[in-house]
């Protein structure tokens, strides 16, 4: 399926406010941040990975342009969704130990778990400096939404992080955990043009219901892509989710079954030490065996309908609406 076309129309209205908005920060921060975002310096490494797959901003664009408003009005509330999802990613590498992000190092196997700490302490500031440069009604309505959005994002790590020391996780735990730190930040993003546009309460309400279906949908498709992604395409090793013992979607519906799968699997995770590729592809064998990956695929699915009903009898755009859906599909009808 080809990238719907909203996703470079967006990045040629946001990447130069965004630079824009890097630029501000210190020198010392300046470089790590550039280089997490895959903007060339003269001493770092050239990367052709840029600066991800552009969804949050192209949703942010389309709920402005939803209300019957220029795409151009939502790019402050793009922008700070963008830097709180990348600081969420220069933190999440570090706790994760994860050395390749976009088919490069990481930032704090680049520059050192300080600096990258330090820089994603900072993308994280910068985006309410963003929004609130003119403090208008709207806009901090925006930032104020953005708090409660970033608070369950990581309320959402915290427990991600906490099913660590977990033997058994259910589905609907999973689930809870992903729409916290996936679907918050995404249904902020498909809605903060509408509320930087002062739209009626219904139209935002909808988009933000939208935009958390639609998280759960891509991070459905995400843990599909941890575990049975190729390298190629997702710059991490194949089976990753699984040497890190993650307890993505997948692993929680075999360890929901208490059954012959889910002990097998289990004592994979309980293993000491590191788990070897064998240990990798024989968890891998479990999970499929067990319907895991069928089973989120259906997930998956399951959300994307759900994010376009929401949108579906609402009073908005009939072009943006589509757009939405096309984005929707294309973000859940990725390569598995």
Not at 196 to 219: C, I, T
Not at 237 to 253: H, I, Q, W, Y
Not at 297 to 311: I, P, W
């Amino acid at each position: 399926m080809a990238p719907p076309a909203v996703l470079e129309r967006a990045r040629l209205l946001v990447e130069p406010a965004m630079e824009a908005a890097v630029d501000r920060l210190c020198v010392e921060l300046r470089l790590p941040s550039r280089y997490h975002f895959g903007w060339t310096e003269a001493d770092v490494p050239p990367s052709n990975a840029g600066s991800g797959k552009g969804l949050r901003p192209a949703l942010a664009i389309l709920s402005a342009e939803a209300v019957g408003a220029p795409g151009s009005t939502a790019v402050p509330g793009a922008v700070a969704t963008e830097l709180v999802h990348n600081f969420s990613l220069v933190h999440d590498d570090i706790i994760d130990g994860d050395t390749m992000r976009r088919h490069r190092p990481t930032v704090w196997s680049t520059f050192g778990v300080e600096d990258a700490v330090i820089s994603g302490d900072a993308l994280h500031n910068l985006a309410y400096q963003v929004l609130l440069d003119e403090p208008t009604p709207e806009r901090v309505s925006a930032a104020t939404r953005l708090a409660a959005a970033t608070a369950a994002m990581i309320a959402g790590q915290a427990a991600d992080m906490a099913f660590d020391d977990m033997a058994d996780i259910d589905l609907e735990a999973c689930l809870a955990m992903e729409a916290d730190k996936t679907g918050a930040l995404l249904g902020y993003a498909a809605s903060v043009g509408a509320v930087l546009v002062g739209a009626p309460g219904d139209q935002v309400d909808a988009l933000e219901a939208y935009g958390r279906e639609l998280g759960l949908a891509f991070q459905a498709v995400d843990d599909i892509l941890g575990i049975w992604g190729d390298p190629a395409v997702t710059g991490k090793a194949v089976g990753n989710d699984l040497r890190e013992r993650k307890k993505s979607m997948p692993v929680a519906f075999v360890l929901s079954g208490h059954d012959e799968a889910s002990d097998r699997l289990r004592a994979i995770y309980a293993m000491d030490g590191d788990l070897t590729d064998a240990d990798v592809a024989r968890a891998t064998v479990v999970i499929e065996a067990a319907g895991g990956r069928d089973r989120t695929v259906a997930e998956a699915r399951l959300h994307l309908d759900a994010a376009l009903d929401s949108v579906a009898d609402v009073d908005l755009g009939d072009t943006a609406v589509a757009e939405l859906a096309g984005l929707a599909r294309f973000v859940a009808e990725r390569k598995f």
